[in-house]
Nanobody, 127 residues
């Protein structure tokens, strides 16, 4: 089970850190990712981190602004979001994948690659 938190209402240029806490299972056996879904939009990939944190990948629009990290001892994955803008307004979801790592899909993960999803946390960025 995945529980996301840390969302809120911020102003353009502000920062937020999202937290996703996992319960049950072997957290360190899962690749973890964040996706987001804006109102009326499809869910899109944000960032992904490998089991041992050795590999990360980001959607182009998030590179340099967002940082994904994980703490396997705490069964937690984080998304540090800086320089937020109104286009970042969305519900952010954390997700877990049991797929074996492979660079081809890791560079651009799809929803179907992930087995478990959290309930989402709302991020609203005002201009």
């Amino acid at each position: 089970q995945l529980q996301a938190s840390g969302g809120g209402l911020v102003q353009s240029g502000d920062s937020l850190r999202l937290v996703c806490a996992a319960s049950g299972g072997s957290f360190n056996t899962y690749i973890m990712a964040w996706f987001r879904q804006g109102l009326g939009k499809e869910r899109e990939f944000v960032a992904v981190v490998s089991r041992n944190s050795y590999f990360t990948s980001y959607a182009d629009s998030m590179k340099g602004r967002f940082t994904i990290s994980r703490d396997n001892a705490k069964k937690t994955v984080y998304l540090q979001m800086n320089s937020l803008n109104p286009e970042d307004t969305a519900v952010y979801y954390c997700s877990a994948s049991s797929r074996a790592y492979a660079s081809n899909w890791f560079r651009s993960p799809q929803i179907a690659h992930f087995d478990s999803w959290g309930q989402g946390t709302q991020v609203t960025v005002s201009s």
